[in-house]
């Protein structure tokens, strides 16, 4: 166990950093350490089992997974299958914790867990929120981008079985959605989204989205046409 003192530490340099990792400046920013002097309590803290290294240069006082992999870096959120297990919108038990992101980075082995980093476009990044969790907090998709995501980049989502599953649980606000689809611009993920959301969710979207053309969008590899969103499923 971390001893108070060592928290309330800690608590300053995430007050300063506003973030639950711990870097060499910001330990310099809060304490006035020389940089020879930083690396060595850095050191020191980390042999001692205040601090566990994440990578170099990245070290925390959390045990949390979801807290260290939203704040290593920033812009990032908890998306895609990995959000589906957070949100209680599936029984799998998911030990990869994916993270979208705008830049590539490499994946981290942490504890028990494996982080990885999805890049998505910046005009895609969007529909997350910060939320207080345990002792901090983290960053998470929210539930209609979730829908969006998981349909973006399926092979992160486990099947569409999955996929379903998040979509019969998701807490979807209409009008969100909608903006968020009219924001992406995409007529096949509009008609993968529509169609499931009116199988599965009674929400017709069609009378407010354009998506109509002369293409079908895929969903799997059964042979099952819905001829209104245009949709093989």
């Known amino acids: 166990m971390i001893s108070s003192r060592l928290n309330n ?25 020389t940089k020879d002097y930083t690396y060595t309590k850095l050191y020191r803290l980390s042999k001692s089992n205040k601090l566990s290294k994440i990578i170099k240069g990245k070290y925390t006082t959390s045990d949390d997974i979801y807290e260290i992999a939203t704040n290593i870096y920033n812009p990032c959120y908890i998306s895609f299958w990995s959000a589906a297990y957070f949100k209680g919108y599936t029984e799998q038990i998911i030990n990869t914790i994916q993270i979208a992101t705008t830049r590539k980075h490499s994946p981290i082995i942490f504890q028990k867990y494996n982080i990885e980093y999805h890049v998505l476009p910046k005009k895609l990044f969007f529909g997350y929120k910060k939320i207080v969790h345990k002792e901090g907090f983290i960053f998470v998709v929210d539930d209609e981008k979730l829908i969006i995501d998981m349909l973006l980049k399926k092979r992160l989502s486990g099947n569409i079985d999955e996929i379903i599953k998040t979509i019969k649980n998701a807490k979807i606000d209409t009008d969100k959605i909608i903006s968020y689809l009219k924001n992406v611009n995409n007529k096949n993920l509009t008609k993968q989204a529509g169609f499931l959301l009116e199988k599965y969710k009674n929400i017709d979207i069609s009378k407010k989205m354009l998506y109509k053309d002369k293409n079908y969008a895929r969903l799997s590899n059964a042979k099952n046409i819905n001829k209104k969103w245009m949709v093989k499923y």
Do not use: A, D, G
């Open 9 to 33: 530490k800690i608590y300053k340099v995430h007050t300063i950093t506003n973030s639950m990792i711990i870097t060499s400046s910001s330990l310099r920013k809060m304490k006035n350490y």
